[in-house]
Nanobody, 121 residues
Framework: QVQLVESGGGSVQVGGSLRVSCAAS?????MGWFRQAPGKEREGVAS????????FYGDSVKGRFTISLDNAKNTVYLQMNSLKLEDTAMYYC?????????????????WGQGTQVTVSS
């Protein structure tokens, strides 16, 4: 069992930046960030394969968000720049045992409790 603890959410104005972090209690093959806004499905934001460092991004965040992994600390980060109102959501960290389907939520085995990100005008 892998425990995930997110931190770093908060409120920011449109165009601003925010970084969220997720500390894992163990190693897995992939880690990702998902988000869920009220009334919407949970969607894949970004993912990284732990071994190769290969990254994947959802279309709505490409060029604005960057995922990174500190293997020594078992911590994954999501740097969010040029934030938009539609980025407002609860952001969840996830970890998966298998390095496949990086942006598919059902391919992940462990989930954090979530951290709220609110973007205002």
């Amino acid at each position: 069992q892998v425990q995930l603890v997110e931190s770093g959410g908060g409120s920011v104005q449109v165009g601003g930046s925010l970084r969220v972090s997720c500390a894992a209690s163990g190693k897995t093959n992939k880690m990702g960030w998902f988000r869920q806004a009220p009334g919407k499905e949970r969607e894949g934001v970004a993912s990284i394969y732990s071994g190769s460092g290969t990254t994947f991004y959802g279309d709505s965040v490409k060029g604005r968000f960057t995922i990174s992994l500190d293997n020594a600390k078992n911590t994954v980060y999501l740097q969010m720049n040029s934030l938009k109102l539609e980025d407002t959501a609860m952001y969840y960290c996830a970890a998966g045992r298998y390095g496949v389907l990086p942006l598919v939520k059902d391919s992940y085995d462990y989930w954090g409790q979530g951290t709220q990100v609110t973007v205002s005008s």
